[in-house]
Every structure is written in C-alpha cells, then in structure tokens.
C-alpha cells in the first residue's frame, strides 16, 4: 500500500474552487500545465504555489506541481476560504443605466467589465455595482443577482436585470423560450460571401482547451446544445466584413464560436484566435495598419446592439437600441478608408 496522506479531517475545513474531470484521452502532462488550460487568469507560477500549499487533490490525494495527469483523474483545487464568487460585495461603481423602473433596469455594460464575480475577478464587475445601486435583488438559478442573462468581459452593450422575482421568472421564460430579440454588431475577419445566412450547431465545452467553446457535429453532436445565430452582411470592408447577428439561443461565446465555424473569427478575439492577421497581405505596412487597428480595437469586435423583450408586469414589448461604441467605430472608419484607398489603387 503506498503511503496516501490522511486529509479526512481537513476535508470539512476546505473550500473546493475547481472541479475537472480529466478526459479518457487525455496524454500524460504536469499539472501545473494542464491547469493553465482550465483556470482563467491562472499563471503557471499561482499554479505551482497553490500545488507547495498542498491544495491541489488528485483524487483526494494532494500532488506536487510535477504530477503527471492520466486519463479519468479527478483534480480539485481547495483552498480554506470560499470562492470569491460567493462572497459578493456592493461597491459604489457608476452603471450606464439605460431603462429602469420598479421591476428591472437595462444597463449598457462598457468592454472590460466582467458581469459577475469568477476566478481572477472578484471585484469590480457588474453585479458589485448592481447590488449597491438596487436592495434585495432576486437571484437566478446560479445563485447570481438580478441577472436574467450576460454578455463576455470584452463585449459591450445591452442587458436586462430582474429587480423581483416575479420579473426574473417572466423574463427568464422568455429568454428560454427564445422570444427575445438580440442583435449583436461585429467584425469579423475575411470577405462573408453570403448577404445573410444561419449558422446552426451545437456548441459545447471544447475538449482540449477549457476556456474556449466549439462546434460540434455528427457523432459528437450531443457534447454540444442546440444553438442558432443569424447573421446579416452590413458591410463589407476588404479583408474584414461588418455583420449584424440575430441569436435565437444563448449559448457562451455564441457568436464567437459560430462565426469562427464557417471561417470568419471575429476581429481582435483573442481567445479564438482572431489576434492574428488571418486575412490580408504580407505587406509591412498591411501588419503596421492590423496592428494599429488591434490597438484602437483592444478587444473582440462585439457589441450587443439591440435588446427586445416583453416587460414582465405591463406586457408591453420594450425594445432598446445601444449605438456601436467609439472603439469599434474608430476601427470600422480604418477599414472603410483601407478598402476604399486599395479600390483606388
């Protein structure tokens, strides 16, 4: 019998922050590198810390930051205080309120601010703000409140919060029986040949790499959840197209995945690759103009636009619109003058 640590009188006073399954496939590699895929925000160095503080389990068993994972393992990251997440704090932070009355609010989120709190993220986000700003706000199925639904860190633009119960079981149904309206404007990268076209496939955890989601087909169809995006050409400006994109489901990174699977990554998204010069010339000064671009544009070009649902105690159909913020704009006016200057030349 090998020598297993005793860690059940402990167990009680440790907090699990992560939970991962290890894959069946799953080659042989250290933990602290097969961790930086799953943990966001996580360096290699906070991995191999918590590893030497003995809050990494494998199997119950805590391992050094050598351990090399195998097929089906189990990995827990425990820690003796509860996660961030659970620990919300209102902080006095100024919200883009769109709409508000008695039963919920529509904000304009700005890029860079997280919705709720997560890993890396403990501060500063948008359910901080909202439970300064509103008392007693209804939680969700996740135990988050007031949110009905989110958008990504780095998308901008329209989201409605529930301020009661009532609001929030009314405008969930909706939401879950597909009966809102969202459009989202983005830029994505290549030429969209088609005016207007549905993407559908379903959209799942992406099996190598756990802080992206990915298309999945066939025989692997049922990994994923159903999920539609229509999406309409509004310009098209050389080696990137402007589109508008409908979402009838609401999956993560929706857009993002789907756009991605027919070959056109949004712009500056650098999660799925769309960081890189994925379409264009080889010209110096074509990667000097990406490069500005990426600077003006420091985030995936995404912004949700247009927000419409059924107003949960009046019945009336509310609908708001949010114009495109001045950092895609800026980068849509580069583009527009390099597709117009190369036509020219």
Same mark, same amino acid.
């Given at each position: ?15 699990? +922050? +992560? ?7 799953? /080659?042989?590699?250290?933990?602290? !590198?097969? %961790? ?30 050598? &351990? ?18 659970? %620990? ?27 919705? +709720?709190?997560?890993? #890396?993220?403990?501060? #500063?986000? %948008? ?45 969930? !149904? ?9 459009? &989202?404007?983005?830029? @994505? ?48 400006? #050389? &080696? ?25 990554? %949004?712009?500056?998204?650098? *999660? ?15 990667? /000097?103009? @990406? ?42 006016? !580069?583009? *527009? ?7 020219? /030349?």
């Amino acid at each position: 019998m090998p020598n297993i640590p005793d860690i059940s009188e402990q167990e009680d006073e440790l907090y699990e +922050h +992560h939970a991962i399954n290890v894959d069946k496939g799953q /080659q042989p590699l250290r933990i602290d !590198k097969y %961790l930086m895929n799953f943990i966001e925000n996580a360096t290699r160095n906070k991995i191999q810390a918590a590893a030497k503080d003995g809050s990494i389990f494998v199997n119950n068993v805590p391992v050094k930051s050598n &351990y090399k994972v195998k097929p089906n393992d189990f990995i827990s990251v425990k820690f003796e205080h509860p996660p961030h997440e659970n %620990l919300l704090i209102a902080e006095d932070i100024p919200i883009d309120i769109v709409y508000e009355d008695d039963d919920l609010l529509v904000v304009n989120k700005p890029a860079g601010m997280v919705v +709720h709190p997560g890993h #890396g993220n403990y501060s #500063g986000t %948008l359910i901080n703000a909202l439970i300064h700003h509103v008392d007693n706000l209804p939680n969700n199925s996740s135990d988050r409140p007031g949110l009905v639904h989110r958008i990504d860190k780095d998308t901008s633009g329209l989201l409605v919060v529930a301020k009661t119960e009532q609001a929030m079981t009314h405008l969930s !149904k909706q939401f879950f029986n597909k009966t809102t309206e969202r459009e &989202y404007v983005a830029i @994505v990268w290549g030429n969209v040949v088609d005016d207007e076209g549905t993407i559908e496939g379903n959209i799942g955890r992406h099996p190598k790499n756990r802080l992206q989601n990915t298309v999945f087909y066939g025989d692997e169809e049922d990994q994923g959840k159903p999920a539609v995006t229509h999406y309409k050409v509004i310009e098209r400006l #050389g &080696y990137v197209t402007l589109v508008s994109c409908k979402l009838e489901t609401g999956r993560t990174h929706q857009i993002r995945v789907h756009m991605k699977h027919i070959g056109h990554t %949004l712009f500056n998204d650098e *999660r799925y690759g769309g960081n890189a010069i994925l379409k264009g010339t080889t010209f110096t000064k074509y990667k /000097q103009f @990406v490069d500005n671009c990426f600077k003006i544009l420091p985030r995936q070009a995404l912004h949700a636009k247009t927000l419409g649902f059924v107003h949960p105690t009046t019945g009336e159909y509310k609908r708001f619109e949010n114009p495109v913020p001045e950092d895609m704009t800026a980068c849509i006016e !580069k583009w *527009r003058s390099y597709a117009t200057h190369s036509k020219e /030349q």
